[in-house]
Each structure stands twice: as C-alpha cells, then as structure tokens.
C-alpha cells in the first residue's frame, strides 16, 4: 500500500515539479518517499537526478525544509500529529517524525493515510485525527481514502464540502476522479469538476498551439495509432486489450505503444510488446519530450488509456502531439476539455447521445459494450471452497471491486440480504487489515456477524479467475460499477446484479450485461436491485438457470467476441480519420452492419 501510495506521490507531484523546472519542490517530495521507506531503485533514480540537476546552481542540495515555530498551519498540524501518533509502536529503526507543509487539496493525509496502513502501531488513533482534518479541510484525494478505507463516519460532510467547491466553481484542485464512487454526486456535478480541473491543472499547456498543428494532414497507406498507456503490465487494461492489439489489422494500421509506466519482465508486459508493431518506454520522458516523440512518430490518431487514473499523462494530450486524439477504456467518465481528447469511445449504453451534454468530447459509441475483453484468458479448475475461505455449504454473494467502490447504502443492502439468506456469506476482497477491519465493525452495527464476511487474499489473475467460479452471484456496486472485474466475473460464470445509474462509471455493468445477453440482471432501483438478487438467492431454479444461460452465451455473445469487437474499433477509427480529414469532427454512432 505504502509503495504504491509513493509511486503516486513522486509521478503524480514530483515529476510535474521536475517538468515544469521545479527541481527544488520535485527533489523534496521524492525524500519524502524515501524518508519514508521506499527504497525502490526508480524512486532512488529520481532522486539522484534532482540532486544532480540542483547541483548545477548549488554545491549540495537543500534538506527538507522545516517549519518555522507557529508557523504550521492547524491542518498541517494535525496530520504531523496523526503520523507521530502511528509511531508509538513502530519498527525504531525507521523515522520517528515528519514534518510537513500542506495546504488546500494536498497529497499529504493520503500519503499519511497509506504509511498508517503499512506500520504498526495505534493506527485506530491516528486516523481518527487524519479523518477530523479530512472532515474540516477536504480534498477528492482524501475523500477518496476514507472510502478506501471504508472509514464512512466522517464521510457525509466532507462530500458535501466537496459539492459545494464544484458548484461554486472551487474545485480545479479535485481530480474527478475521487468524486466518481461518491453516490451523492450527479453526472453534471461530476463533468463540471473534470471542466474545472482541467482548465485549472493544464491551463498553460492548453493555450499553447498544438504541437501537431492546425493544418489537415494527408493520409497514407496506413493509418497510425498510438496508444499511450501507463498500464503495460499485471493491470486490468493489459488484461481485457491484450487480444485486440493482437488482432488490429496490419493491412490498414500501424500500432504503436507509448508506456509512460512500470517496466517489467512479467509475462503480461512481454505479450503487451510484442503484440505492438513498435513499444516505446517514454516514461523517463518529460512531457514535452513525450509529446515531441509522438509528433515525431507521425500518429495519426492517439489513444489515451489513462485519463485521470494512477500515473496519467494528460499533460501529453494537452500539447496535442496528434491530429486526433481520443480517451479510452482507462478513466470512466469525461477529462472535461475537448482539446485534451476529440473523441470519448462509449456505447449507446454506458455513454447515449442523449447524455453528450456531459462531456467535454465528441462521444464515439460502438454497436456494443464499450469494453473489450481477451477471449485467451484460461480459467483453471476452481479450488476446494474451504481452500479459498469459505464455508463447505451456504450461498456465496460476491464482490470484489475494490473497496472505495463500496458505499455506506450499499453495504447495508449487502447485510439485509445476508440477514434474509440464511447461511449465505460475502465474499470481498482483503485489500488491507484496516479495510477488514472497518467492514467487520459496521456488519456487526447492522446486526451481521463479522465471519459472515470472508476476505479474498491477493493472488495471482489466474488464481483469481479460477476461485472466482465458487462465487454464486457478483453484487456490484453504484454509482461505480464494476468494469474489468465485472467482465472476470461474468467469463469465470458468475451472473452479476447491476443497478444502473446515470454516468459512465454507474452504467458499466449495465452495458456488460447488455452484451452478455443478460439484460434481465440490470435493475434501475436499490430497492429493484435487492429484491432481484434476494429472489436470485432464494428462488431455486431461477439462478441455476440464469447460470445455464450465461455459460451458453459466453462463447457467442458480442462481449466476449474479441474478432468483432476490434474490427468496429477500427471502423471507429476511420470514421474518427474521415471526420478530422473533413474539418469537424462529430459525434459518431455505429451500427452492427456498417462497413
């Protein structure tokens, strides 16, 4: 969780501070991360590089600042206590304190809110501080964290705060991204803080002229797509666009990867290149040099499979090193600036006409599921039950989208529905002891007892897949539907229950079921939801059926139809290169028998 929480930090705030000249800010933040145990040999690399870049102006880099007495805002000041707080009991050897500056949406009660979560020590006190600091001075990041941690007591104030920054045109610190769990927050709400963010983070590279010019290029032979990605790797994304990389046709296209992420030798990384025609690691790459690199490859049409998410480069696609330039499959929802991306790719569920209102791109919908999905996924035979933690006997709810997808009103459905099942358990993933903890303590308020909770430890994808069969129904959640791990669950059998809502990440599910040939699972109420699933559970031959069901579609229906799917992919594409060519792009729809 720590390493994770500081890869963030450095690339998300360091390396922004690198590329805009700030060698000084980008240097500290990366000993922060170092201070504070991360001893990973990139985190290590960056810091060598600021050093030596300060060192041309100065013999030795400044220390990390300390506040002057009283100088130390209260918030500031209560987060430094909740770190110190968590040191009590700690490994003596590491760092006993830190100090910190903070102010406005900062990064410092998420970064402190992870290196709670990796040490020992009276964790319980310490949030309880970070959540009262949360409460008084909120940011998306921090909200963010109390759901992933399901810490829900403070929650309700700190998202009204929220929504009123964004409806008093405040927001250009809140990454859209942490308001799109929140269930209080509408679709409108939620374009309307992307607007602001964007304009607000990359207002300087916005008003800049495009790298890739204004003048209408010629076409070749081939069209060229670059997909810029940071999630080459074990990622969901690697996992459902393997196959559709693999299958693009290099009669029309050239394909090209620009990975702005990890670099490993796993076999996922290694499928992801060799499937490109070219892989290019440009993550060492400020994001003028990036944009420079793709201008340079001559890409014709760019696609960002990132947005808003971990260790995005939006900063790319704002100097527009494309002629077309369209988001994709990573970020649900709009980045909220039509020069960042021309094209959102939806369906005309997940993402209708009727809702383009709400996005700042020209929406490109598909004739089915927006999602692809990697028919070479092998599932192996499912483990014992009792081998992967559950009771020999009792029907088995499942969930396993991660935990700032679970809202307080969701989990009090999932217990009502535990409460009437008799013997029936549910089954969450074991993401951190706090995240257990914290669900076990509010079952137990809504009268559940905690083992009727069974925490799924992390394993391998293959593992995952094969255990994920002893599951008898996936509950998603609302308003962020399960995506990739919908797509696991519905290929490993499982028939999942969706309530869909109003924007992208609350119709997902929908468009899964849609192109699974379940539409019956959809509901469009909580109340519709939890009778569904209870006469699911309870009904007999009306699950197994609907198991039958789903196992005789998955080899024929449009979601797992990995030929199809990318070949309207790249009819797409060629009516995205046809719109440029003619001077103005537009909404585009395809039906299942264009050519």
């Not at 009262?132 to 109390?146: F, K």
């Not at 693999?246 to 290694?270: Q, T």
């Not at 029907?395 to 935990?403: D, E, P, R, T, Y």
Request: charged share 20%; with cysteine.
């Amino acid at each position: 969780m720590l390493k994770g929480l500081t890869r963030w930090l450095s690339r998300k705030y360091a390396a922004r501070k690198m590329a805009q000249g700030d060698v000084h800010t980008a240097f500290k933040l990366w000993s922060i991360a170092v201070a504070c145990g991360d001893d990973s040999s990139e985190t290590r690399r960056n810091l060598a590089l600021a050093q030596t870049r300060l060192q041309s102006g100065m013999a030795e880099p400044m220390p990390l600042e300390q506040p002057a007495a009283g100088e130390e805002p209260p918030f500031a000041q209560l987060l430094q206590d909740a770190f110190n707080t968590s040191q009590a009991n700690a490994d003596p050897a590491r760092p006993a304190r830190l100090m910190l500056r903070s102010g406005g949406d900062s990064f410092d009660a998420l970064y402190l809110m992870n290196v709670l979560g990796a040490r020992p020590g009276r964790t319980d006190e310490a949030i309880a501080i970070i959540a009262d600091a949360l409460w008084r001075n909120p940011g998306s990041a921090e909200t963010h964290t109390l759901l992933g941690a399901c810490a829900w007591e403070r929650l309700g104030p700190a998202v009204e705060s929220l929504r009123d920054r964004v409806t008093r045109e405040k927001s250009g610190e809140i990454s859209p991204l942490g308001l799109l769990p929140l269930p209080e927050t509408s679709a409108s709400e939620q374009y309307q803080c992307a607007v602001q963010y964007a304009q607000r983070q990359y207002a300087d590279l916005l008003s800049r002229p495009p790298l890739a010019g204004t003048r209408v290029r010629e076409s070749r032979g081939k069209l060229r797509i670059g997909y810029l990605s940071a999630d080459y790797h074990e990622h969901p994304t690697s996992f459902l666009l393997a196959e559709v990389i693999e299958r693009h046709d290099r009669k029309r296209f050239e394909i090209f990867a620009y990975s702005c992420g990890p670099d490993s030798a796993i076999p996922m990384r290694r499928r992801m290149q060799a499937a490109f025609d070219a892989f290019h690691e440009i993550r060492p790459l400020s994001h003028e040099e990036a944009a420079q690199k793709i201008l340079g490859d001559r890409i014709d049409i760019l696609v960002d499979l990132n947005g808003y998410t971990t260790n995005g480069r939006p900063e790319i696609l704002a100097l527009r090193p494309a002629p077309v330039q369209v988001s994709w499959l990573g970020y649900p929802g709009t980045l909220g600036h039509p020069r960042l991306a021309d094209y959102l790719i939806g369906d005309p569920i997940v993402s209708p006409l009727t809702h383009a209102a709400l996005y700042g791109e020209n929406l490109a919908l598909l004739p089915s599921c927006f999602q692809p999905n990697d028919r070479q996924r092998v599932i192996g035979a499912a483990p014992h039950r009792t081998a992967a933690g559950l009771p020999a006997q009792g029907f088995v709810f499942c969930c396993f989208n991660q935990s700032y997808k679970i809202t307080p009103a969701m989990f009090d459905l999932w217990c009502r529905l535990l409460t009437e099942v008799s013997g029936s358990v549910l089954w969450l993933l074991g993401e951190s002891d706090t995240v257990q903890r914290n669900l076990q303590r509010e079952a137990l308020r809504r009268g559940v007892v905690p083992d009727r909770l069974i925490f799924a430890p992390r394993v391998t994808y293959a593992e995952h897949l094969a255990r994920f069969q002893l599951a008898d129904l996936f509950l998603d959640t609302l308003p962020f539907n399960a995506g990739a791990t919908g797509s696991d669950a519905l290929w490993a059998g499982v028939p999942m229950v969706t309530c869909s809502g109003e924007a992208f990440a609350a119709r997902m599910a929908t468009s899964l079921l849609n192109g699974a040939g379940l539409p019956e699972l959809v509901t469009h109420s909580l109340q519709e939801y939890e009778a569904l699933v209870l006469r699911l559970a309870t009904g007999g031959t009306q699950h197994s059926a609907i198991r039958t069901k789903l196992a005789r579609n998955r080899d024929t229906c449009p979601l797992f139809d990995s030929e199809r799917f990318t070949l309207d992919l790249e009819r797409l594409f060629r009516r995205m290169w046809q719109g440029y060519r003619a001077g103005s792009p537009q909404p585009i729809t395809l039906s299942a028998h264009d050519d």
